[in-house]
């Protein structure tokens, strides 16, 4: 049974900065790529980054720079988002993923996910 379970999420400043986690336990497959979106209410979700069995990185060009994930190496089980200078418009419900695919392939997916987890909102006022 696998969980993605997120953590890290709250009310920030904009400028400021946060650190979201994905903890994810049971059998993902190691050729699973990790990805994080995010979500507005009434909005379509929107791929933020994503990271792959080869370790390649893919974000979404309007958060390049601002935005960096990571992947913990030991375990593979943990996988991070650095959010730098964040914006009012980063506002929204932060999840981590898991799918098959490269990492720019999964970034961009807008389609059915194989393993998803509950979100963290992030506030940035």
């Known amino acids: 049974h696998v969980q993605l379970v997120e953590s890290g999420g709250g009310s920030v400043e904009a400028g400021g900065s946060l650190r979201l986690s994905c903890v994810a336990s049971?059998?993902?497959?190691?050729?699973?790529?990790r990805t994080w979106f995010r979500q507005v209410p009434g909005k379509e979700r929107e791929g933020v980054a994503a990271?792959?069995?080869?370790?390649?990185?893919?974000y979404v060009d309007s958060l390049k720079g601002r935005f960096q994930v990571s992947l913990d190496n030991a375990t593979k089980s943990t996988m991070y988002l650095e959010m730098n200078n964040v914006k009012p418009e980063d506002t929204a419900m932060y999840t981590c993923?898991?799918?098959?695919?490269?990492?720019?392939?999964?970034?961009?997916?807008?389609?059915?996910?194989?393993?998803w987890g509950q979100g963290t909102q992030v506030t940035v006022s």
């Open positions: 049971g059998d993902v497959p190691s050729s699973y790529a």
């Open positions: 993923a898991a799918d098959p695919g490269s990492a720019g392939y999964c970034v961009a997916r807008h389609g059915l996910i194989t393993y």
């Open positions: 990271i792959d069995s080869m370790g390649q990185i893919s």
